[in-house]
């Protein structure tokens, strides 16, 4: 297990990644379906795949309390589907996704 030291820094540098990359989200959603592309391939679906390996991450640590509370699909669909489908279901440039397989 990582220690406490190592989570905030993990959790620092994605959140600093996300800050970082929302404007060019941004830029690449009004401008050409070029940039778009590139931009989803060079920083969203890396992201993508940091945020499954936390989501699935924080699934394993709440699993013994969504056991409990009978919530373990919700917290499964939220934490590991979503993640996964976004990075490897969507069409690549299209930011405005969103796919029916999992419930709300």
Do not use: H, Q, W
């Amino acid at each position: 297990m990582f220690p406490v030291f190592m989570m905030k820094k993990i959790f620092i540098i994605s959140l600093t990644f996300l800050v970082v990359s929302s404007p060019a989200l941004a830029f690449a959603i009004d401008e050409d379906k070029d940039i778009a592309i590139a931009v989803d391939a060079l920083l969203a679906r890396p992201l993508g795949l940091v945020s499954i390996a936390i989501g699935s991450s924080i699934f394993v640590i709440s699993l013994p309390f969504t056991a409990i509370s009978g919530s373990i699909g919700k917290a499964a669909n939220i934490l590991i589907l979503r993640p996964v489908d976004y990075t490897f279901n969507r069409p690549i440039g299209d930011f405005d996704y969103r796919a029916d397989c999992y419930k709300k």
